[in-house]
């Protein structure tokens, strides 16, 4: 369908239905949004309907008011946005916005050739959404989808709320309450976002992913007892049945255990091959950690205590990251260090980087090598940004993974902050066991950064909140959970859409440390380098998607190893994730791709590490991006190039559609992936 | 060659009618428009523009010349003028026609009916401008109309 618009708007086969928000269609938001223009000249109507279409909108036109009105009338939902032209022979421009506003309710976008200021106030008393000057750019016309989804956004929470309650936090409410309520939260978050959408997709799918996939959330005390049966059997002897057996814990599965035990171990892997003594792994860690991250450390705590009220955290993970983190200087400390180990990793592979230079300040840099071989297309800093996430998703996937199903959007928020950090420190505690850490520090420079402000944001971070679960594939389940975590549990603002800037502005932010919290963003963000996320709620993170995608492409390098090699995992997923990142020309296009990244990546969760792994493998060598829930890496191959990675993320998108309850993702199409 | 030459005949014509400033770029997004499914979209643009524009322009003189003028009609009439010449990049005759109008709002009615006139003028020559450069275009064919007027070479 972008044939012949220079532009990369990717459209997918829904890209032609009636845009509708929350729709499914809405995926590709805003392609297929709907507009009426109504001018009663005929040149320009000509050009607004050539421009419209090469926005790739669905235009009628209409050069009578009277028609527009009657049109309108017949076809109450039928239309998105209604441009008109002030001077009209039949109707005044203003008195059709008028009723268009009493009847309809649609956000309507005045034009003329007028630019006296008279002219405009009144455009703006009538209650017009917008003033365009003819001649009208198709620059101006890209735009008008945001008027649509603030109205939508505003009718909603008049709809919901009483008041008093912002849009955000109902949302988090909802999420949250959907996420405690079931373990799959996935779509939880989301179903609360699209609920408030009006969607019902979202429900169905959250009903079908909650049912369908009961996830093991792993929490702090879960791990912790993980973590002390690993001990106890000796980490080269521990096997999941009997790792089972020691915990003793009613309802947990083999499978349950076998997944966490390998993200487990890749995780460990990693911290040693982060050059920390393996023994010291906790010591050595942590006190880079410190170090490091003096900022994150408050944020953690500020994460932490914000999660916990908001109630994301479950009560105990909270109290345990707390805990940790209070307890174990390096825990809080620590926190930054993941960040920054993070980064390294991610950087290895690009020098780019921007982590890479954060790095530095964390004594990751051994982390680095993680990443090493992934070569990733993406900016560095978008890898960066994964690989922190990546690699504190890794391990704290599990963690996370647990979390963040469990809190919709806080939890995977706060979930990704421990993980990635926590992941780094955490890693080298041979205890994993504390996750508190692991959240924190990761978690909450991201949390704080974007994510707490866009926890309430909708949309797009949804889906990558879902992400956070997704952990599965060692690294790169973590590192896109990471960024999806953010923006999923950003409630979908910091992430693609909303976050942009913070987020464009933190990849380049090598040095991790200090910025972590920029970083984080950044990580958070590298789904906005798409820019994805400008679809609102719409879109989910469709950058992000993309950024997992390049994550998985990069496996594709390392194949192999995935599964056990987290390091693999996260340079495959950074990588990959860059490229997505990349995309970020339009977060749009790019939300699509790495939502379907993500979603398989997220749907997987821990609890798929196993499985997952040895799809990444099977992906790596496929270079495919498959989201299904098994891989939760998507891999692509590195030289993804945007649009491809968005072809790709497009196709997994459609394979994973039937999965998508369990990654909740949406599988936005790539729809402005730019290039 | 013949087409090449001709080719390079009508990137100087549209290169002029950007240097005499009759043509700004606006032009250049409608060009931008163009595509291999449209290929001439520029031109059905313009042809339509003129049809409109003629009429208006015949009924606003006849207004203007009569001794009872229907300022609000005819103020109605320009404005619309004005806008379909905005967009599609006729930088003279929108000017023309927004010193016309003002002359008009404020009264100078001899001011007005010259202006006019001189927008006439600019409207003529746009028209007397832009009808060969349309017609070697199509003689150059659609991929040459699809490469040549974006605009690449001239900004």
Known sequence: MNSSSGKTYMSTSNSSAGWKAGDAAADQFPVGLRVLVVDDDPTCLMILEKMLRTCLYEVTKCNRAETALSMLRENKSGFDVVISDVHMPDMDGFKLLEHIGLEMDLPVIMMSADDGKHVVMKGVTHGACDYLIKPVRIEALKNIWQHVVRKRKNEWKDFEQSGSVEEGDRQLKQSEEADYSSSANEGNWKSSKRRKDDEDETDDRDDTSSLKKPRVVWSVELHQQFVAAVNQLGIDKAVPKKILELMNVPGLTRENVASHLQKYRLYLRRLSGVSQHPSNLNNSFMSPQEATFGPLSSLNGLDLQTLAATGQLPAQSLVTLQAAGLGRPTGKSGIPMPLVDQRNIFSFENPKLRFGDGQQHVNNNKQMNLLHGIPTTMEPKQLAGLHHGAQSMGNMNMQVASHGSQSSQNNPLLMQMAQPQVRGQMLNDTSLGHPPRLLSPMGQPILSNGIAANVSTRNGIQENIRAPSYNPVSQTSSMLNFPMNHAAELPGNSFPLGSTPGISSLTPKVAFQEDVNSDIKGSVGFLPSYDIFNDLNQHKPQNWELQNVGMTLDASQHSNSLQGNLNHAQSVLVQQGFPSGQVNGQNRSATVVSKAMFSSGDSTGHVNVQNGNQHLNSLLVDSTVRIKSETPTILYPDDFGQEDLMSALLKQQDAIAPAEHEFDFDGYSLDNIPV | ?155
């Not at chain 2, 404005?79 to 709002?105: C, D, M, P, W, Y």
């Open chain 2, 1 to 155: 060659m013949e087409s090449s030459h001709l080719r390079q005949q009508i990137a100087a014509m549209r290169q002029s009618f950007f240097d005499e400033e009759i043509l700004d770029g606006q032009f250049c997004q409608l060009e931008r428009l163009e595509n291999r499914g449209n290929p001439n979209f520029v031109e059905e643009v313009l042809t339509m523009y003129f049809r409109d524009s003629t009429t208006l322009l015949q009924t606003v003189e006849q207004e203007i010349e009569t001794d009872t003028i229907d300022l609000a009609k005819v103020d109605m009439m320009l404005h619309k003028f004005k806008g379909s010449s905005a967009s599609i990049g006729a930088n003279k005759v929108r000017n023309n026609i927004t010193k016309t109008r003002q002359l008009l709002e404020e009264g100078n009615l001899e001011g007005a009916k010259l202006a006019f006139r001189e927008l006439r003028m600019e409207h003529d020559n746009l028209r007397a401008k832009l009808e060969p450069y349309f017609q070697q275009l199509r003689q150059v064919g659609p991929v040459e109309t699809a490469t040549r007027p974006k605009g690449s070479d001239h900004a």
